[in-house]
């Protein structure tokens, strides 16, 4: 009973599959999104898991499919999974953004260059052990009867997250004390001169 070697072991990645794969695990590790995602366990316990399991579909996905992924798979790919996996529906833009890189990088190892691989993996070094911090805001459910009609967000402005402070627009006349006569009883006074 002889196995042939090469029937029973998979071939091994191309070096590009092995720069690509490099190249998007340290993309995904530096999409803020997803490390919060991650951090916060939003995918539950495996969350960690299911950040390198995309990485491996998308790597997947440029390796099987002809023609190439292009960025409106690829950002649909990772709005998809996020959603699905890990309760997060993103309209930041920044799925779009990891999207560009992606096919961006797939161009460039697969013409030989590393340098954009270089940069990410870079990038997600300098992040490693580093927590983001977070200030989450709950979507209003389909129940709900608020919405947000102010429509002027702006993605910048910071959340102040101390109360505004009531200013008296007029000071206001010293309180007069009340007229307590011999009885103990309190006078009360009119506020105008037309008395019935």
């Known amino acids: 009973m002889s ?9 091994a990645p191309s070096q590009t599959s092995i720069l690509f794969a490099r190249g998007v695990i340290a993309r995904l590790a530096y999409w803020p999104a997803l490390r919060i995602a991650v951090d916060q366990g939003w995918g539950g316990p495996e969350s960690a898991e299911k950040r390198t399991w995309l990485a491996s579909v998308l790597v997947d ?12 798979y690829v950002e649909d790919r990772l709005l998809q999974v996020m959603a699905d996996e890990f309760d997060t529906v993103l309209e930041d833009g920044s799925a779009e953004a990891v999207a560009k ?5 797939w161009e460039e190892v697969a013409a030989g260059r590393t340098e954009l691989l270089a940069e990410f993996e ?11 911090q977070v200030q989450v805001e709950e979507a209003a459910g ?7 009609e102010s429509g002027d967000e702006d993605e910048d402005e910071e959340v102040d997250e101390q109360a505004p402070q ?9 309180k007069e004390e009340p007229e307590v006569d011999a009885d103990g ?3 009360v006074k009119g506020k105008g001169k037309s008395h019935r």
């Open 101 to 105: 890189d992606v096919v961006r990088l």
């Open 61 to 72: 996905d440029f390796e099987e499919q002809d023609p190439k992924p292009d960025l409106d």
């Open 185 to 187: 009883f309190i006078t």
């Open 122 to 132: 870079e990038r997600a070094d300098k992040l490693k052990g580093k927590k983001l």
């Open 166 to 174: 009531l200013l008296d627009s007029q000071p206001r006349p010293p």
């Open 142 to 148: 389909d129940n709900s009867d608020w919405e947000d």
């Open 3 to 11: 196995t042939s070697a090469s029937s029973s072991t998979p071939a």
